[in-house]
């Protein structure tokens, strides 16, 4: 008897972890984490800071200009982590 209730919350607990590997889009659909979608998410995000980045004057706003840097930094390591994730699911074929 305990065996079955056992196998039950461990399914309950794995259903719950695959069903959180969902992203939202800015538009509100949702795409599963690691598929092409979701790193072009990332990629269009990055394309807009560095364009903002590149429009802003150099020695006016340069504290501004790094936390842009940083964020392009950030993204791209989540995308990065994205991007090996559905590789390894197999949502993104390997280059």
Do not use: W
Not at 13 to 24: D, G, M
Not at 32 to 39: C, D, I, L, N, R
């Amino acid at each position: 008897m305990q065996e079955k209730q056992l196998r039950e919350i461990i399914r309950q607990e794995l259903s719950q972890i695959s069903e959180s590997k969902s992203f939202v889009n800015e538009d509100g659909s949702i795409l599963e984490y690691g598929s092409q979608k979701h790193v072009d998410v990332y990629n269009s995000a990055i394309n807009e800071l560095k364009l903002i980045r590149k429009n802003l004057p150099y020695r006016q706003e340069r504290k501004e200009r790094d936390r842009i840097t940083k964020c392009v930094e950030s993204l791209k390591y989540l995308r990065e982590k994205a991007q090996k994730s559905g590789i390894k699911s197999g949502l993104i074929k390997e280059d």
